[in-house]
């Protein structure tokens, strides 16, 4: 696909060079938006406007949809009105209402001055919601049936109106004063007798969320119910738009981009990777690096405080990396396991002492099969073929046995406080594993000094 972009991107500037504008409107065309707006990203920026100008209506309407908001916003500059009511007129509201969002102010009075009365009412009604929410994400461009129609006359409904939604596939049937009573599918309607009354043929059993459900629990809904769209009601229960399947599907790889960037220390950024400069990514790593490091400085005090037990084993040094990177990486495999089960509702607080004792014993296996696998190596390897022998049976033990408590430890920690914190309402993402590791780290130097001090009498 890379290697196709590229020379279609070579093919499109030889062919602006010698102004042979109907054959690349041709190639366009027949190219998908999606491959259209990653094209755009790698032109010239003031070749960009002469190159959307020659896409079809429709496909430039989609194009623009799948640009970068820094894309969008150079075109618009380079719009007449006429050109940008054109554009927006082709678009449907949800998508308007996002980049609407996205642009800054003057580009978005330009934007509303060029939109008419009835596409402002219902980019503002989408705008009025809280981020995140259900409302923000859904579009009010539905087919909606009333119960006493027949599928005859709701078929011919739907090919009067379906034409400017953005969905036609699954219709929701509401009263007069809008409330849902159930929805119907294209389908149903097709196969069913024309007089067959829709009250009869629909489903009554409709799933729906609220305007101010979270975006990622209506994204959830999705991948369980394998829907197509879900409709949006307010607090009466009243029908005010429908998410469609491609904004869930956007939720949730901003949802999981968001959490990849929580559990490795990061401030989530909209912006893509490469459109980010090197101060924008300085901005979002140094303030986790600053916290980490400071809350790490504990690690040092312990081993500070314990500077005269090292002095009497100097070898238990030597060993204080592993024990530290064994309690880090076990306290970072509970944390993700439970963190990804929070975030699919997989469990909640309530199942905090089900899960607690699942990872304790999870702990002891893994603890004591990692002590015995070490005692047998630091014998073997660290004593006799490297012939250490400051490495004792004593000391060996001291090991081995602080491995398998700091397995233990370790957790329950990374298994407790992404469950604590999703009950306090923090992202469980935070809790991940940079976090973990330093307390765990300071847990494990603790457990090692008051074992090693108790069984090697220092």
């Known amino acids: 696909m890379q290697e196709n972009t590229m020379v279609f991107e070579e093919t499109i500037v030889k062919l602006l060079e010698t102004k042979k504008y109907s054959t690349i409107r041709d190639i366009m065309a027949a190219m998908n938006a999606a491959d259209i707006a990653s094209l755009f990203e790698d032109v010239e920026e003031e070749k960009l406007p002469l190159l959307f ?139 069913s007798d024309d007089e067959e009354r829709v009250r009869d043929i629909m489903d009554d059993n409709v799933i729906s969320v609220t305007t101010t459900d979270d975006q990622e629990d209506v994204s959830i809904l999705f991948g369980k119910y394998n829907f197509v769209a879900l409709p949006v009601v307010d607090k009466e229960g009243r029908l005010v738009g429908i998410v469609t399947v491609d904004d869930a599907i956007d939720v949730m790889q901003e949802e999981v981009t968001e959490d990849i960037e929580k559990m490795a220390a990061i401030i989530p950024s909209e912006k893509p990777y490469l459109k980010m400069s090197v101060p924008d990514i300085w901005k979002v790593r140094m303030p986790w690096l600053l916290l980490l490091m400071i809350s790490a400085t504990f690690t040092g005090m312990i081993i500070t405080g314990f500077e005269n037990a090292l002095q009497a084993q100097v070898v238990l040094t030597a060993f204080i990396p592993m024990l530290m990177d064994t309690g880090g990486n076990s306290g970072s495999q509970a944390s993700v396991s439970v963190i990804r089960s929070l975030a699919l509702r997989e469990v909640e607080f309530a199942d905090y002492f089900t899960v607690l004792w699942k990872e304790i014993r999870v702990s002891a296996f893994c603890g004591a099969t990692l002590a015995v696998v070490n005692f047998g190596k630091i014998l073997l390897i660290d004593r006799m073929l490297l012939g250490n022998t400051e490495v004792t049976i004593s000391v060996a033990a001291v090991i081995c046995i602080t491995l398998f408590l700091t397995v233990v430890c370790a957790k329950i920690v990374g298994c407790s406080l992404p469950m604590l914190a999703a009950k306090l309402n923090f992202d469980p993402a935070v809790m991940a594993s940079p976090f973990i590791t330093t307390i765990v780290d300071a847990i494990s130097l603790l457990i090692y000094f008051q074992i090693a001090k108790t069984l090697l009498n220092f």
Do not use: H
Not at 57 to 71: G, I, Q, R, W
Not at 85 to 95: N, Q
């Open 53 to 191: 100008r020659l896409l079809p209506k429709e496909l430039a309407a989609e194009t623009f949809v799948e640009m970068d908001s820094d894309l969008q916003e150079l075109l618009i500059k380079s719009f007449s009105d006429s050109e940008l009511k054109e554009v927006f007129d082709e678009l449907y509201v949800d998508d308007a209402a996002d980049i609407v969002e996205e642009m800054p102010a003057n580009v978005v009075k330009r934007i509303l001055q060029q939109s008419d009365p009835e596409t402002r009412r219902m980019i503002n009604e989408i705008l009025k919601y809280p981020e995140d929410s259900a409302g923000s994400i859904m579009t009010t461009e539905y087919v909606s049936l009333r119960p006493e129609m027949t599928a005859e006359e709701a078929i011919k409904r739907i090919r009067r109106t379906g034409i400017d939604k953005e969905t036609i596939y699954t219709c929701y049937v509401t009263e007069e004063d809008r409330r849902l009573i159930g929805y119907v599918s294209i389908r149903t309607l097709l196969i």
